[in-house]
């Protein structure tokens, strides 16, 4: 079973500040993505990375995907209430899609 | 892009009995997943709905407990059969459009279902 573990679990911060949340794994990746889950909602996809060491930025959010294609990370600049949520990274293996493994989940709680 | 909606949104059920959630999605997909997900946590795959032949199911999970039905190429059902309360949870459909690595997976707003 390839697991995607993400860290924190939980974060709960204050409107403004900066946050990273990572996502890690022992297996490589064809395609990564990062999704946004609302309560009531499915999960929304935000971006997905496909080459080794790229960087996407989606306004004030950064995707990074690893070098090796086994870990991947989502910053938050200046995070606003909006951006709370449960966030959800799944990985894809090659050849074709594939069933995409999901992350453990981070719940992310901004203060107003 | 896809649009999907589910059927019920929420269901309070007795053990013991069946409940069928349909998934509905605006296009034509190829791909069609089922999915389970505990409040705040990950998901799960329960299975692959595959458009005329027999749905393709994870380990964990069995025809008998959760038959699923695909018709046609923008409909599915999900039977949650024989429930107790460690069925309790929330019941995602899920689609992919596209093709390659950047394909896209689109998901419906899910079925809430507690079973007492």
């Known amino acids: 079973t390839q697991l995607l573990e993400q860290s924190p679990q939980f974060l709960s911060i204050q409107e403004g500040e900066n946050l990273t949340v990572y996502c890690n794994s022992s297996s490589v990746f064809s395609s990564l993505q990062w999704y946004r889950q609302e309560p009531g909602e499915g999960p929304v996809l935000l971006v997905t990375?496909?080459?080794?060491?790229e960087v996407k930025k989606l306004k004030r959010l950064t995707f990074q995907f690893g070098d090796a294609r086994k870990d991947s990370s989502l910053h938050i600049t200046a995070a606003q209430p909006g951006d709370t949520g449960l966030y959800l990274c799944a990985g894809a293996r090659s050849g074709g899609y594939q069933k995409v493994t999901f992350g453990t989940g981070t719940k992310l709680q901004v203060i107003p | 892009s896809a649009v999907i909606s589910q059927k019920p949104s929420r269901d309070i059920c007795q053990r013991g009995t069946s409940l069928t959630i349909q998934c509905q999605v605006d296009s034509q997909v190829t791909m069609m997943f089922w999915y389970r997900q505990q409040p705040g946590q990950s998901l799960t795959l329960i299975a692959t709905a595959n458009q005329g032949s027999e749905a393709t199911y994870e380990s964990g999970f069995v025809i008998d407990k959760f038959p699923i039905s695909r018709p046609n190429l923008t409909f599915s059902t999900l039977t949650v059969s024989n429930m107790s309360p460690e069925d309790s949870s929330i019941y995602l459909c899920?689609?992919?459009?596209?093709?390659?690595?950047?394909?896209?997976?689109?998901f419906g707003p899910g079925t809430r279902l507690t079973v007492l």
């Open positions: 990375v496909v080459t080794g060491g």
């Open positions: 899920s689609v992919v459009v596209g093709s390659g690595v950047y394909n896209e997976q689109f």
